[in-house]
T-cell receptor, first 110, second 117 residues
């Protein structure tokens, strides 16, 4: 099985930078996903990491350390619309089907 | 592209009634997933299909739950009989299994919010 841990809630100020951490324990790791989910809406794909290091995509970046079972999502120049739940998900085995963590609710305030 | 389509968007029913949730995946996607999301348990995979064939249903909570995919453009999730603890948001997602990138980017439907009284 998999064990995925991320903070339940975080708050940050508009324009700031926030880092959302995710730790995991799994066998047969084959990638880590981040999804964004606004309240009352469906999750949408943000990023996928399978190799160690930082992947940058606009204001969002995702980092992975496989040896430490650790990832983070970095959000820069925060906007009010970034208030959402951020789900860390881990793929394992041969299927690449992600198992989702409970999500981190990010609240961005003015 | 219309995206993943789910119906109904909201369903309120009484305990013991049969509930059928419907999903139309994105055209050309050959993997389909049913998830359940609650505050307590987060987003849980119930079952997934590849090319209309059920691959893993280990997440289906019990025999009251069943899922079918009669063709590439339609799937149903049925709960019979329903119980109050089944109240949740049920998401359907689809992906292209052989995306060439070695992973499945899943596209989620808007979900069905089920309330069982």
């Amino acid at each position: 099985g998999q064990n995925i841990d991320q903070p339940t809630e975080m708050t940050a100020t508009e324009g700031a930078i926030v880092q959302i951490n995710c730790t995991y324990q799994t066998s047969g790791f084959n990638g880590l996903f981040w999804y964004q989910q606004h309240a009352g809406e469906a999750p949408t794909f943000l990023s996928y990491n399978v190799l160690d290091g930082l992947e940058e995509k606009g204001r969002f970046s995702s980092f992975l350390s496989r040896s430490k079972g650790y990832s983070y999502l970095l959000l820069k120049e925060l906007q009010m619309k970034d208030s959402a739940s951020y789900l860390c998900a881990v793929g394992s085995g041969g299927s690449y089907i992600p198992t989702f963590g409970r999500g981190t609710s990010l609240i961005v305030h003015p | 592209d219309a995206g993943v389509i789910q119906s109904p968007r909201h369903e309120v029913t009484e305990m013991g009634q049969e509930v059928t949730l419907r999903c139309k995946p994105i055209s050309g996607h050959n993997s389909l997933f049913w998830y359940r999301q609650t505050m307590m348990r987060g987003l849980e995979l119930l079952i997934y299909f590849n090319n209309n064939v059920p691959i893993d249903d280990s997440g289906m909570p019990e025999d009251r739950f069943s899922a079918k995919m009669p063709n590439a453009s339609f799937s149903t999730l049925k709960i019979q009989p329903s119980e109050p603890r089944d109240s949740a948001v049920y998401f359907c997602a689809s992906s292209r299994a052989t995306s060439g990138r070695g992973y499945n980017e899943q596209f989620f439907g808007p979900g069905t919010r089920l309330t069982v009284l």
